[in-house]
Structure formats: C-alpha cells, structure tokens
T-cell receptor
Framework: ETGVTQTPRHLVMGMTNKKSLKCEQH?????MYWYKQSAKKPLELMFV???????ENNSVPSRFSPECPNSSHLFLHLHTLQPEDSALYLC?????????????FGSGTRLTVV | QKEVEQDPGPLSVPEGAIVSLNCTYS??????FMWYRQYSRKGPELLMY????GNKEDGRFTAQVDKSSKYISLFIRDSQPSDSATYLC??????????????FGRGTQLTVWP
C-alpha cells in the first residue's frame, strides 16, 4: 500500500442502502480529499479537508456526506444513491493544501449501485 | 471549454516504441504540471512534475511544458509492457489561488505489447 488505505475495495449497494467508505493515511499529512473517477471522465474533486475542517464542497449532492474525525481518517457516508453514482472513489492526502504537489492516492473503492 | 483536455486513447504500441502523451489546457494561471500513472485497480501515483515551462527527464521519461501554447507532453522512450497503464495529466495554480486544487485530464490508456 502507498500509505493511504481505503476500505472496502469493492462495494455493491442498493439504492436504499446506507454504507460508508473509509480512508486512512499514515503519512502525517494535514489535507485529505475525496475524488470520484468515472469511466472516460476526469477525476472529479468532491471534498477537501484541511486539519479536519472541510474547506471545499464541490457541489456534491447531499446523498454523499463526508466526515473527518481526525487528520488520519476520512469517511464518505452514502445513502439513497443512484446508479449513476457507480464509480471508483479515491481518497488522497497531501502535506497541506498548497501547491497541489505531493498527493498520495489510495487504491480506491469500486462502488456499484444497483 | 474544459480546463484540461486529454485524448483518452486507447493507445497501443509495440515494446521499444517511443510514446508521446499530451494535454492541453486553458487556464494560464497553472504553474505546476504533473503526470500520474494509474495501473489497473490501483490509485494514481505521481510519475513526474514540472514547475512552469521547460523539460524534465527521469530515466526513460521526459516531461515537457510549453506555457505559450498551453501544451504539455510526456515522452516514454524504449517503452516496456510494464508501462501499460492509464496516464493522467494534472495541473494546479500557485498556493493561495485555488487551494492547491488539481485539475486532471481524462487519462490516456496505454498498452505496450511484447
């Protein structure tokens, strides 16, 4: 692993389910991010946290709810998702939210909404 | 107009070929230019980065930035089957202007066959 661990690796959920994605980083970084990666589309930034405080919510629907209890852990709570939400969800961390260099990504959670 | 444009491919080349991957962008504020490599079922990993214009070489990889044309390239010499992956370009502006947000291309899928 790269220092950023995501669980689960795969998730299949129904549209009425509630589930959570977990991300953990062991790099001592202060910033953490959630990205969505869909086929044939650029990575979409969803949320940015700096020192456990959310600093950006990129117009993400409320059915996605992030939580950052400390600087090492990041969650993405999911409820009443739609099939078009099926994608690879990537967590990343960086030392700070400065120049954008030095992002470390996890391996992602492959989400399928049925 | 999208911030970053990248041809998704796929690109298929024989082993030993020179590969050229390219991105164009529209935002003249971008200063940091990166190439990420993403293997199947993995998260992106930083391959190379360049600040402002110029060339940077690392082994078989060369990154070029032409800010006047808003065009960046990644060249892979003597390509190997292990280079088969999706290559994503990414870029960001200076600290303080976009909170270090990375803007990604769609990624180019490369296959190097033996």
């Amino acid at each position: 692993e790269t220092g950023v661990t995501q669980t689960p690796r795969h998730l299949v959920m129904g549209m009425t389910n509630k589930k959570s994605l977990k991300c953990e980083q062991h790099l001592g970084h202060n910033a953490m991010y959630w990205y969505k990666q869909s086929a044939k589309k650029p990575l979409e930034l969803m949320f940015v946290y700096s020192l456990e405080e959310r600093v950006e919510n990129n117009s993400v629907p409320s059915r996605f709810s992030p939580e950052c209890p400390n600087s090492s852990h990041l969650f993405l709570h999911l409820h009443t998702l739609q099939p078009e939400d099926s994608a690879l969800y990537l967590c990343a961390s960086s030392q700070d939210i400065g120049s954008g260099l030095g992002y470390t990504f996890g391996s992602g959670t492959r989400l399928t909404v049925v | 107009q999208k911030e970053v444009e990248q041809d998704p491919g796929p690109l298929s080349v024989p082993e030993g070929a020179i590969v050229s991957l390219n991105c164009t962008y529209s935002n003249s504020a971008f200063q940091y230019f990166m190439w990420y490599r993403q293997y199947s079922r993995k998260g992106p990993e930083l391959l190379m980065y360049t600040y402002s214009s110029g060339n940077k070489e690392d082994g078989r990889f060369t990154a070029q930035v032409d800010k006047s044309s808003k065009y960046i390239s990644l060249f892979i010499r003597d390509s190997q089957p292990s280079d088969s992956a999706t290559y994503l370009c990414a870029m960001s502006a200076d600290r303080g202007s976009t909170l270090g947000r990375l803007y990604f291309g769609r990624g180019t899928q490369l296959t190097v066959w033996p």
